[in-house]
């Protein structure tokens, strides 16, 4: 999972035609470092996604824009849309990551 560090990198990766997921997080979130001990065989099982990962603390801005309330939330973009939101009351467990994105159509 590649981190984004600017504004400008995140717009350019989102903009694309093929669909990212975006994992916004913060050091500090103990939930963040939950989902990192079990997020690697998510991501290369969901590999038709390019992961990844946001500091929402250093970019507030994005999670202001695009309605991270929470943290660790994935968001999945397309043609610089957001198309879903896996808020992060709902990212607690393997189990709802992947079933968050095996429900999703592209």
Known sequence: MKTLTTIEQFTEVISGDEPVVVKFQAGW???????????????????????FDVNRDELPELAEKWEVMGIPSLLIF?????????????????????????????
């Open 29 to 51: 979130c103990p939930d963040c470092t939950r989902m990192d001990m079990f997020i690697d065989p998510i991501v290369q099982e969901f590999n038709r996604y390019q992961w």
């Open 78 to 106: 397309k043609n610089g849309e957001k198309t879903a939101h896996l808020h992060s009351a709902n990212a607690k467990s393997p189990e709802s990551v992947t079933q968050f994105l095996a429900e999703q159509k592209e």
